[in-house]
């Protein structure tokens, strides 16, 4: 079984965080599928200090989504410990901090990816949720800002200040989300630091790559973003792939009770008001990825403007006898 720090995961599936995505009713219908672990999207420490209240009315979260990790994210150490006492009566399991956003709104002032440039200062935040984070913390990082050269100091840096583990997107920051990860670079981390249970991330589209981080390249975990976004049930395909089982046989269309599921979930609870209809849209759009006709699918359902004839579509969609020709097999 694998184990990341104190958490023992079936499989080692990592839901990724990904802002305005992974939302409670997202991650609760990852975990039906198999994830294993699912972190929330990055919070700035300024914005839980400055909007303390706002920042509590708009936690949500379920008792199916745990382990669940809280991603921080920040330029300022002294933010760190009121940050953490803010986040301690809430249900989040561990706590993670963000080394790899690449968005220039992000970098530019130093947070995120630009702190692979900045090793002291990243060494003081590390050095800050070490000293007060009284559950695990994890850190989630690119391999460098140009080049792999940040990989090993952030990883040495990481076992001193004794994280639990480290996310290991194999990207630099000036990739973006371009070219391809590089997974040898996970290879490396893990033959020079082979104490620190290491997450492998980026790329992941089946579970032959999932497979591929666990046992080749020996990660403790593997973490699956884009892909479950248009697809949650990737976990389960990576879960019974993994358990040598036969892979489920998943009705195309049966996409659509996941959406509908996720609906029921997001209108039952009070706390997503006024209803975000332009998110569950996206995430909708998301599932129709890889259907035939699913141009023609995203403009319809840009054109749905309330819960009635959102839930109306998705239910449309599971009918057999419905004319949208949706039978072509779905990659992962
Ligand atoms: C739209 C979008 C939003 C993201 N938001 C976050 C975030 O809030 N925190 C984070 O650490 N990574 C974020 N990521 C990066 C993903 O967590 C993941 O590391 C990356 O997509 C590579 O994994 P994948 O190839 O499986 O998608 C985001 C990625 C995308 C595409």
Not at 226 to 231: E, I, L, V
């Given at each position: 079984m694998p184990k990341l720090g104190s958490f023992d995961l079936r499989h080692g599936l990592v839901l990724a965080p990904i802002l305005d995505v992974t939302t409670s009713p997202f991650r609760k219908l990852c975990f039906k599928y198999g994830a294993d672990m699912a972190f929330e999207p990055m919070v700035w420490t300024n914005y839980i200090l400055m909007a303390t209240q706002k920042f509590l009315d708009s936690v949500v979260t379920r008792p199916e989504e745990h382990p669940l990790g809280f991603q921080l994210i920040t330029t300022r150490p002294e933010q760190v410990k009121p940050a953490l006492d803010v986040l301690e009566s809430l249900p989040y399991d561990l706590y993670d901090l963000n080394v790899g956003c690449p968005s220039r709104n992000v970098t530019k002032l130093g947070a995120g990816g630009a702190l692979l440039g900045n090793l002291p200062l990243l060494e003081e935040i590390v050095a800050e949720m070490a000293k007060h984070a009284v559950k695990p913390f994890s850190l989630k990082i690119r391999v460098g800002l140009s080049t792999s050269d940040a990989l090993l100091p952030v990883l040495q840096l990481a076992k001193d200040h004794g994280a639990d583990f480290v996310t290991i997107h194999a990207r630099t920051v000036s990739q973006g989300y371009g070219g391809t990860a590089d997974w040898s670079l996970i290879h490396l981390a893990k033959n020079k630091f082979p104490d620190i249970p290491i997450v492998g991330n980026g790329d992941v589209r089946s579970p032959e790559n999932a497979r591929d981080l666990l046992d080749t390249?020996?990660?403790?975990?593997?973490?699956?973003?884009?892909?479950?976004?248009?697809?949650?049930?990737?976990?389960?395909?990576?879960?019974?792939?993994?358990?040598q089982k036969s892979l489920p046989s998943i009705a195309h269309r049966e996409i659509f009770t996941d959406f509908l599921e996720f609906l029921q979930d997001t209108l039952a609870d009070q706390k997503v008001r006024p209803f975000d209809l332009r998110a569950v849209r996206g995430t909708l759009q998301n599932f129709c990825s890889g259907f035939p006709l699913a141009r023609r699918l995203r403009m319809e359902i840009n054109n749905l403007t309330s819960t009635e004839e959102l839930r109306a579509f998705a239910t449309r969609m599971l009918d057999e006898s419905d004319p949208i020709e949706i039978n072509s097999p779905r990659p992962g």
């Open positions: 390249f020996s990660c403790e975990g593997v973490m699956i973003g884009r892909t479950a976004m248009k697809n949650p049930r990737i976990f389960q395909s990576c879960a019974a792939f993994l358990e």
